[in-house]
């Protein structure tokens, strides 16, 4: 085909074969009007016949109703011209087929494991051989995916399991250093001198000096905290330590800290027992605690009965219930920081500290906050460039389904974290945050443990409430212990890192990029740690 435009650009001339004088005349009524767009409207209308023949003859080749009217051809060019529908009716029968949840044929294909495709190479394979119709397609797919996934959450519940067997126990190396160091409290002097010594002894109740407890039965833990405490204080001469552990765990921490001193700190060892005030009789907790162990022994069921019970919840449900029964959360070591302003009636300001974390900086500017007459400085936990650590408000550890807590307590309330806690005496001794933390953890036990599932911090959120000063995050950054998310470069960048989670720096679960900034405050040149097969990584 071709084209001939006149001189005077009023006739255009298409010429339609080749060798013979066929053509088509156009005469143009007026200069106004752009020959141009004619030439590009041809070339245009040619392009689209084009498109429609090659729409046509895919649907054709595909099987669908062949097309052979304008209509038909409409439906084909899009959603926009011709009334074209955009979905299709192939994935309507498959999303129902996939939706029936009493199809007797895929329950039975479910039945046997070994009838069901095992991976998607072989599902392909198995398609391509049979040549199935639609419904059989859907449904062996249907049939693979249920069984992938019960797999998947079977293995992701094991997983779950397993942490929780790793976390719970006692890793052997430790009870080694545990029993070298209590058999050297026995035979060795220097093993079994007074912490502090006597000229010491006035400084722990000096007010001028900066006072840190740490409650602690494990002794490699809670040597870590004090070895990075003390390393990066820039007066170490004015570091009090107040170590508590309990009794089983005294000699071994006595054992360690009379052998590893840190001077010039001053470090004092004290067993509960050794406090006068800490009686079964004067400690409501402890009552509640041995209450709590028969309660949970008989509405837990134990870690199996967790398990094998729980056929439909989801897997971090049930991690949640296991992590209930950690023996720390029925421990008195958990609880006794409650019983600060008893415990040291003489002091005014404290920092308490977990053993699961690691001092990177100088604590000493957490005596100049003022917090306004609140009594526990604090990271709050809701706010945060990590959302998946500072997420927790009241209703992540509340259950806001029971009456009780629902009408006392706004789910929407900012958290705040266990860990590294400033604590002014002073300002506790005036309020009845001790009566208050008692009295959940009664309600709790009449409700059948059912107000909140861990330990310590939920009736803690209740009985600090309206008494917490919120600190910078630059002093507790947490989750070191259940994510790996943290970079080793943004941890090195806190005051304080805390390991709170399972897999704490002191286990095999723990997470290697994250460990080294633990392990470098232990002397694996130590001859008990050397004895005991504690390694770096």
Not at 13 to 32: A, L, P
Not at 71 to 97: H, N, Q, T, W
Not at 232 to 238: D, F, I, Q
Not at 319 to 328: D, H, I, R, T, Y
């Amino acid at each position: 085909m071709r084209l001939h435009i006149s001189p005077s650009l009023r006739h255009v001339t298409v010429f339609t074969g080749k060798g013979v004088r066929d053509f088509m005349k156009v005469k143009v009524g007026s200069r106004r009007v752009s020959y141009r767009m004619v030439f590009y409207s041809l070339l245009l209308l040619t392009f689209l016949l084009r498109f429609i023949f090659v729409l046509t003859a895919m649907d054709t080749i595909d099987g669908e109703t062949k097309c052979s009217t304008i209509g038909c051809v409409g439906k084909r060019l899009g959603p926009r011209f011709f009334g074209r529908r955009m979905d299709s009716a192939v994935p309507e029968e498959v999303y129902r087929i996939l939706e029936e949840n009493d199809n007797q044929e895929s329950i039975q294909v479910l039945g046997k494991d070994q009838l069901v495709p095992q991976t998607l190479e072989d599902f392909v394979a198995e398609m391509r051989t049979t040549k199935s119709d639609l419904k059989t397609f859907s449904m062996r797919l249907k049939a693979m995916v249920t069984l992938l996934e019960q797999r998947t959450r079977s293995a992701k519940i094991q997983e779950y399991l397993y942490r929780h067997v790793a976390s719970s126990s006692i890793p052997k190396p430790l009870h080694c250093l545990s029993l070298k160091l209590t058999n050297e409290h026995t035979s060795n002097a220097g093993a079994r001198l007074q912490l502090p010594a006597a000229e010491f002894v006035p400084n722990l109740v000096d007010n001028s000096f900066f006072h840190f407890v740490l409650a602690s039965d494990n002794v490699l833990a809670a040597s870590v905290v004090a070895a990075s405490l003390v390393h990066n204080a820039l007066r170490p001469e004015k570091v009090v330590l107040h170590m508590i552990t309990d009794r089983k765990t005294y000699s071994t921490m006595h054992a360690w800290f009379s052998l590893h001193p840190l001077d010039p700190a001053i470090i004092e060892v004290k067993a509960m027992h050794h406090f006068d005030w800490f009686t079964k009789g004067k400690v409501p907790v402890l009552e509640a605690m041995e209450k709590d162990q028969r309660v949970r022994s008989q509405f837990r069921g134990g870690s199996s009965a967790i398990v094998n019970a729980n056929t439909t919840e989801k897997p971090h449900v049930i991690a949640s219930k296991l992590q209930a029964l950690s023996p720390k959360y029925n421990s008195a070591m958990n609880h006794i920081r409650i019983y600060l302003p008893e415990l040291f009636p003489s002091l005014n300001k404290i920092v308490f500290l977990d053993d699961d974390i690691v001092i990177q900086t100088d604590l000493s500017p957490l005596w100049d906050i003022n917090m306004e007459g609140k009594v526990n400085g604090a990271v709050e936990t809701c706010r945060g460039d990590d959302k998946f650590v500072m997420s927790k408000r009241f209703k992540s550890y509340l259950n806001f389904s029971h009456p009780i807590i629902k009408q006392n307590f706004d789910p929407n309330q900012c958290a705040w974290a266990y860990g590294m806690n400033i604590f002014d005496l002073e300002a506790w001794r005036k309020t009845n945050i001790s009566e208050t933390y008692h009295y959940w953890l009664q309600q709790n036990l009449k409700s059948d443990l059912s107000l909140w599932q861990l330990g310590t911090l939920p009736p803690g959120l209740i009985a600090f409430h309206g008494h917490v000063y919120t600190i910078d995050p630059f002093w507790h950054m947490l989750g070191l212990g259940y994510q790996e998310n943290t970079t080793t470069d943004e941890a090195e960048k806190a005051g304080v890192i805390h390991f709170n989670g399972r897999a704490k720096p002191w286990l095999d679960i723990a997470f290697p990029q994250l460990r080294v900034l633990w392990a470098k405050y232990v002397d694996f040149s130590d001859k008990f740690i050397k004895s005991c097969h504690i390694r770096a990584s």
